[in-house]
């Protein structure tokens, strides 16, 4: 396509046309409603004027008969002022008057009628009149009329502003039409230009921002937050397969080396057995961080709406607590439960219950420490949102580890040793960001406070309360 | 009993067959989903194994489909898509069971006598259950030891249930997870069995045959090992 051809088939370049058009029609109409409106007033006063004409001179007429009529109409021709009279006898000459016998006379009417005369004396110029004929008594006929050379006048002026109105305003309105659509184009070009290079893979570019907060505008805006949450996806995508090469592999090498070991070593079926139920633990294990990345990766790209559901918090965090409870027992250590009732959240009860045994899991790992070990877990609800935390006594977390541990397969320094794949914090987190929530690492003087922040909905009671009875 | 089982990968079907028929079960397999439905419509079959995803029909159609016809055999889907939502969407074509890809055979062994067992036992849930000289009412919330009452937390209670109403079977931990807990994430810690130890200390305690029994590699049991 040409450059003229692609500003042709813009839509700015379209839209002015089709204004224009319609702005065309529009003025023609007014000027000519004027036209025909200011001819109608003239022919009125014209007519006006005859009425008032004949009454006087028939009175004339009457009064002094011919004689006093001549006089009259010969005061008034000498007037100026473009008023014509002509009385003639029955025979039809001319007695005083002030135009030549018109060739075409009108009959006896009262109408005005449109016609042309010659002035006397100048023959052959004809001019256009507005005449009406009056019948004397004795046979005279006077003709009275007006000029209406004015109002030809009058139209061909109206005519003429109307064609150079109509020509201003379509050569007005074709380059203003094409100066906003080359305008408009050269934005979009720009636009395109942008998401061209970031097709071909440049996920830093932007399209630019006039900074004029029109409609292209607010359109850049909305494409640019949209990059910015495409280019948020695909960077996480990037870590799950950064990380799935680093972590996958090396129990995958681990689980290798083992069958390997197993059919080269020794020989003896026990061993084997043994060697054997090792690899399925490890293949368990795998199984089980794959799920877990799934999970995140799938609480990260967002949870179609059908599968969320209300349900109340404080009954995920009763369950989950008395499900660790003997468990924590066993360990020497104790879990307080503080719940508000009817905390009411939009999600999945599934995901939360796995987030908040994660955490759980992990201050009984980590948090246990000194005498008497307590482990507080609460919710309540905070302003807007719920609060669900977990707090432990141990030995914390240092703040500058604090935004990193939230990350995939990320182990401190002194957790390495335990078993765990560094997936329980971030998918905690998942889940909160997955319920329009945040996960918080909080020092909890001393230990560790964590805790989730999810926006609370407003309770109804019939499935919140369900939900509770589920559980 | 007679299971169907309706999976595109040969190798994991004829490992599914041999396996179950080890067990003395009666297995057989199809392919695909049309061949598959075609069988599963006419075959008298105790449980349905069904890959979710199938060629010619995909498992959850393959289902409803059934349902639709009035084929009440009891389904376990059996898919690589393994979470929360997924699960629902099986459970909600007409699925009784859902186990994801990769399971342990003892597993899916456990969960599908559960299957059948629920079948037979259709006709009206009990409300007695008795094992040895432990018993259970359901509807006075008591259980009795030998005559003796032994006093159960409420999720003890649920736990000892649904034992009892699959005595003699094998209850793996994600099913007492599932159906005691109605939770359906891996329980990565010993979390059950604690619950499990609790539980048998309180109607296990002192006594030579044991009720409630560990099943090696797979779950628990809880059988009059007396008789």
């Given amino acids: ?46 007519e006006q004027t005859v009425d008032a004409e004949i009454r006087a001179l028939s009175e004339q007429y009457a009064q002094g008969g011919l004689r006093q009529l001549a006089n009259a109409v010969e005061r008034r021709v000498r007037a100026p002022g473009g008023s014509l009279y002509l009385l003639t006898n029955h025979a039809g000459e001319v007695i005083v008057g002030n135009i030549e016998q018109p060739k075409f006379t009108p009959s006896g009417s009262s109408e005005l009628v449109e016609t042309t005369y010659e002035r006397r004396g100048e023959p052959g110029e004809t001019h256009p009149a507005l005449l009406r004929l009056f019948l004397l008594p004795g046979g005279f006929r006077l003709l009275i009329g007006h000029d209406i050379q004015d109002h030809q006048v009058l139209r061909d002026i109206l005519r003429r502003a109307l064609g150079v109105s109509l020509f201003w305003l379509a050569l007005v309105g074709a ?17 395109s230009d942008s998401a061209r290079r970031i097709m071909a893979g440049d996920m830093h570019e932007r399209l630019a921002v006039s900074g004029a907060g029109d409609e292209l505008d607010r359109l850049a805006e909305n494409f640019n937050a949209m990059l910015e949450r495409i280019s948020e996806l695909m960077a996480g995508l990037r870590e799950v397969s950064d990380n799935i090469a680093h972590d996958l592999k090396t129990p995958l090498t681990r689980l290798r080396n083992r069958a390997e070991a197993a059919l080269h070593g020794s020989s003896s079926d026990s061993e084997h057995r043994e060697a054997l139920a090792a690899v399925i633990e490890e293949s368990d ?20 709406s059908d599968n969320l559901a209300m349900f109340d918090a404080d009954a995920v965090v009763r369950d989950i607590v008395e499900m660790y409870e003997p468990v924590a027992e066993e360990q020497g250590a104790r879990l307080d439960v503080e719940t508000q009732s009817g905390l009411a959240v939009t999600g999945s009860r599934e995901l939360l219950g796995q987030a908040l045994v994660n955490l759980v899991d992990n201050a009984l790992k980590y948090g246990v420490a000194g005498e008497n070990p307590t482990i507080a877990v609460s919710a309540r609800r905070l302003g807007e949102n719920i609060e669900i935390a977990v707090a432990d006594r141990g030995p914390g977390i240092s703040p500058q580890d604090r935004e990193r541990v939230v990350g995939r397969f990320v182990r ?28 918080r690492i909080e020092d909890n003087a001393p230990g560790l406070r964590v805790a989730l922040s999810l926006p609370a909905t407003r309770a109804m009671p019939g499935p919140a309360s369900r939900a509770t009875e589920r559980a | ?38 069988r599963a419509a006419e075959g008298e079959y105790d449980v349905l194994l069904v890959d979710r995803m ?24 059996l898919s690589a898509l393994g979470q929360v939502d997924d699960r629902v969407k099986g459970l909600r074509a007409g699925g009784d069971d859902y186990l994801p890809k990769p399971y342990a055979f003892s597993e899916l062994l456990a969960r599908v006598e559960a299957l059948a067992r629920r079948r037979v036992g259709a006709k009206g849930e009990e409300t007695h259950y008795r094992v040895g000289d432990l018993e259970l009412d359901r509807l006075s919330h008591k259980v009795t030891v030998g005559g003796q009452e032994v006093v159960l937390q409420p999720r003890e209670f649920r736990l000892l249930e649904y034992l009892m109403k699959h005595a003699g079977q094998v209850v793996t931990r994600t099913m007492l997870l599932e159906n005691v807990w109605d939770y359906h994430f891996d329980p990565q810690t010993n979390v059950i069995d604690v619950h499990i130890s609790r539980l048998r200390s309180k109607i296990d305690k002192g006594r030579e045959n044991q009720l409630l029994h560990t099943v090696r590699g797979a779950g628990y049991m809880i059988r009059d090992s007396a008789r």
């Fill in chain 1, 1 to 46: 396509m040409t450059a003229l051809g692609k500003l042709f088939r813009t839509t700015a370049f379209k839209l002015s046309i089709a204004y224009l058009v319609l702005f065309s029609i529009g003025a023609g109409m007014v000027l000519t409603r004027v036209g025909a409106r200011v001819k109608e007033v003239l022919d009125e006063q014209i």
């Fill in chain 1, 175 to 191: 380059f203003g039409g094409l100066f906003m659509a080359h305008r408009m184009l050269e934005r979009v070009d720009v636009m």
């Fill in chain 2, 1 to 38: 009993m007679r299971i169907l089982i309706i999976e595109d990968d040969r190798e994991a079907s004829d490992y599914l067959v041999k396996a179950f028929r080890q067990q003395g079960h009666v297995a057989e397999h199809e392919h695909d989903g049309l061949a598959g439905y075609a």
């Fill in chain 1, 285 to 304: 294990s795998l199984i089980r961080v794959f799920d877990a990345l799934l999970m995140i990766a799938r609480a990260e790209a967002g949870y179609s």
């Fill in chain 2, 54 to 77: 199938l060629p010619k029909m995909d498992g959850l159609s393959l289902i409803s489909s059934l349902r639709e016809q009035g084929v009440e055999t009891p389904a376990l889907i």
């Fill in chain 1, 412 to 439: 401190l320094e002194n957790s390495r040793s335990r078993p765990g794949s560094g997936l329980g914090l971030s998918m905690a987190a998942a889940v909160a960001r997955l319920h329009h929530g945040a996960l």
